[in-house]
């Protein structure tokens, strides 16, 4: 159901329903139910469910979000930076985002399930990721033997250091860097 096509007071639950589910799912992760994000945005589960079928639905909806914020972001990064820059601040901007948004850190962790709700959002962040590294390893900023899958599975590890997250990001892109 399109958003533009819905009446106002409908779109106005959809908005609380994500507003809520995404406040959630960032503070809690995806263990919360469908009637406790229903009864916290002063909705009906009924409610929830028309605009979202399946909780899966809910979290593809608020995870393609990010999904695509940070795939506009690798974008404009690759536009403007140098490839190593880029590689970097992309790498930094997808890990503080997963410490600040345990959902969000919950996909991560998991390539299949990233790629996917990354695919329904037509956000490929993986992808972008993968091509920034490989222009910053081809530019010599990021060392030859790091595989994607090393990058993801750091950018994974860090994530879970939420209150001490800078120390651990500098120590991870110091390693990444050849210089």
Same mark, same amino acid.
């Given at each position: 159901?399109?958003? /533009?096509?819905?009446? *106002?007071d409908?779109?106005?639950? %959809?908005?609380?329903? +994500?507003? !809520?589910? @995404?406040?959630?799912? &960032? ?28 909780? /899966?639905?809910l979290? *593809?909806?608020?995870?393609?979000? %990010?999904l695509a914020? +940070?795939? !506009?972001? @690798?974008?404009?990064l &690759?536009?403007r930076?140098?490839?190593g820059?880029?590689f ?12 600040e ?13 990233l ?8 956000a ?11 222009a ?5 900023a ?15 590890a ?12 500098g120590?991870?892109t ?6």
């Amino acid at each position: 159901m399109a958003d /533009e096509r819905l009446r *106002a007071d409908a779109r106005r639950n %959809r908005a609380r329903v +994500l507003e !809520v589910a @995404a406040e959630a799912f &960032a503070t809690e992760g995806f263990s919360v139910p469908v009637a406790e994000i229903a009864r916290r945005a002063g909705v009906g589960t009924g409610t929830v469910s028309r605009h979202f079928p399946t909780k /899966e639905d809910l979290v *593809a909806a608020i995870v393609g979000s %990010r999904l695509a914020e +940070l795939t !506009v972001k @690798a974008d404009e990064l &690759a536009r403007r930076e140098d490839p190593g820059t880029a590689f970097f601040a992309l790498f930094t901007a997808f890990v503080r985002a997963g410490a600040e948004d345990c959902g969000l850190a919950e996909v991560a962790g998991d390539d299949r399930r990233l790629d996917e709700l990354g695919e329904r959002a037509g956000a490929d962040l993986c992808g972008r990721l993968q091509e920034l590294l490989a222009a910053a390893q081809k530019a010599g900023a990021v060392r030859p033997d790091v595989s994607y899958v090393d990058v993801r599975a750091l950018m994974s590890a860090c994530m879970t250091r939420k209150d001490e997250l800078e120390p651990i990001l500098g120590v991870v892109t110091d390693g990444l860097s050849t210089a």
